[in-house]
């Protein structure tokens, strides 16, 4: 179980602050999957990044299976990043590296022995469905495929937690939806927990059991995913499932100026 409390983080540009996370609390448990809604720098991925300490928050706890991780030294927080891992928009495959490269190199990482590696990269590539493509190269591959070899690669150490920014912001739909399968697999086969945070609404719609809305550094509503969508509160949750349905939505000047 991930308990996030009160949490705070500022960044400081030029001398302006951005408070990008106002003091937020939330309760992920174990096996869920946990959307993070909200628009354009609302600080879903500020949130994430403190999820594995990609991002020091200036105040909070973040309390995993009973252990406030912003207080774990160095070698607590290598043990505790085993655990969790990340997948993004882009990818980040190592391009000069075929896909049996990428898979693998975690795992050299992590101090395996060449065997291990080889028996557990074509088991990773299986499960995320591409087997025939170890000896590609990125550029070789399409989006949706980019993605599973990311997926093969953030499982490779057996994490407990997957976080995912906008894992499939860059697929087309058909993609989106079997890339979305997968993790759902993952989910229930493996009792992994994903976070994931997107401003698409087909996505939480189809995966996630529960959701948080947020808003310019804070939470707004959050819950069940079908019991927050029936009954939204947020304005931004409005907007978001009016254009689900397609509905032209009308912003105020100050809003299109973010
Ligand atoms: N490294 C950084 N340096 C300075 N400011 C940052 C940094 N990262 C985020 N911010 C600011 O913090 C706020 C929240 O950003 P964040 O990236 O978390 O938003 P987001 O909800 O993920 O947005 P998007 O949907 O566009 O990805 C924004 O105002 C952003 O400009
Ligand atoms: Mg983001």
New binding site residues.
Partial sequence: MIEIKDLK?????NGNK????KGINLKIEKGQVFGII????????????CLNLL?TPDEGEIIVEGRDITKFNKRELREYRKNVSMIFQHFNLLSNSNVYKNVAFPLEIAGHKRDYIDKRVRELLKIVGIEDKEKEYPSNLSGGQKQRVAIARALANNPKILLC??ATSALDPLTTKQILDLLLELNKTLGLTIVL?T?EMDVVDRICSNVAV?EK?EIVEEGIKDEVFKSPKSKTLRQFLQSQKGEVIYLDFKERAI
Wanted: hydrophobic share 30%; charged share 30%; aromatic share 4%.
């Fill in positions: 983080k500022s960044y400081l540009i951005t408070e990008a996370l909200g628009k354009s720098g609302a600080g879903k991925s500020t949130l994430l990044r991002e920014d906008e945070i401003h947020m550094g």
